[in-house]
């Protein structure tokens, strides 16, 4: 089967402040940070988003309004992913469970975290995460073990390991029924295995199968700097010198426009 998937990194959080400042060591030390105003603002502003409008109108005009025409949305359990999902997607659940409909599922998913060894980039045992995020008891945290966030095994920082999780993600979501996912993670495990710098809260929609892997749908990478918005040009004078060091790092190929 094909699903649709929209990919969507973070808000704004308290470390990406400092690292857009180029106060790269202090962002480096927060641990497992928190969304900042603007990131709670960003996720709210998720249900804008032209792809996400059409999911949603997609989901309310189904006449069974069963789990599988809803989208799941699969979480990465470090803080301010999880803030971006309850904040994006929560008010829709709540909504459709007043209707009487089949809300839609949130499920953890520790191989999507993000791929630094650094306290900003790190989570917390599970314990904490899920009382932190006690008042949503319908997220689904039954695959995360308490040690998910410590950076060994298959979550060290390496290119191939990267990919190995990804992959891993990868067949846990085409296992799934819903035909539909929408993925909240982070930077660098999008940089790695798709090539793209996202922005904050930024969309984008991919077509992923076993057989064609994942194939972009919109937007698509540009062709040259006039197709880029402003904000794109600014975005990549500050992420595209860390996005080619990474890539290096990793040993993964670098995409000619990282956009």
């Known amino acids: 089967p094909t699903k649709r998937v929209l990919m969507i990194r973070h808000g704004q959080a308290e470390h990406n402040v400092y690292f857009e400042k180029g106060m790269k060591e202090e962002g480096r030390r927060i641990r497992d940070p928190s969304l900042t105003e603007l990131g709670f603002q ?121 990919v190995k999780r990804f992959n891993r993600f990868t067949d846990f979501l085409l296992s799934r029924p819903e035909e539909t996912v929408i993925v909240v993670a982070h930077h660098n495990i999008f940089l790695a295995n798709l090539g793209i710098s996202f922005k904050n809260c930024e969309v984008r929609e991919y077509s992923v199968s076993a057989q064609q892997g994942w194939k972009p749908v919109q937007p698509l990478v540009s062709q040259h700097d006039g197709e880029l918005t402003e904000e794109d040009k600014k975005h990549i004078g500050i992420y595209a010198p860390h996005a080619k060091t990474k890539m290096q790092q990793w040993g993964l190929p670098a995409p000619a426009r990282f956009r």
């Open 42 to 162: 960003q996720a709210k502003n998720i249900k804008n988003d032209p792809i996400i409008q059409a999911v949603m109108a997609q989901a309310q005009a189904s006449p069974n309004h069963n789990a599988k025409d809803n989208p799941l949305v699969i979480v990465s359990p470090l803080r301010r992913t999880l803030q971006t999902a309850l904040h994006a997607f929560g008010e829709w659940r709540d909504a459709a469970m007043s209707n009487g409909q089949e809300p839609i599922a949130f499920v953890c998913n520790a191989d999507i975290q993000e791929t630094g060894e650094i306290d900003c980039d790190c989570g917390r045992p599970a314990s904490q995460v899920k009382e932190e995020f006690a008042m949503y008891p319908y997220v689904d945290f039954t695959g995360l073990s308490d040690d998910w966030h410590l950076k060994q095994g298959d979550y060290k920082d390496r290119g191939h390991l990267l």
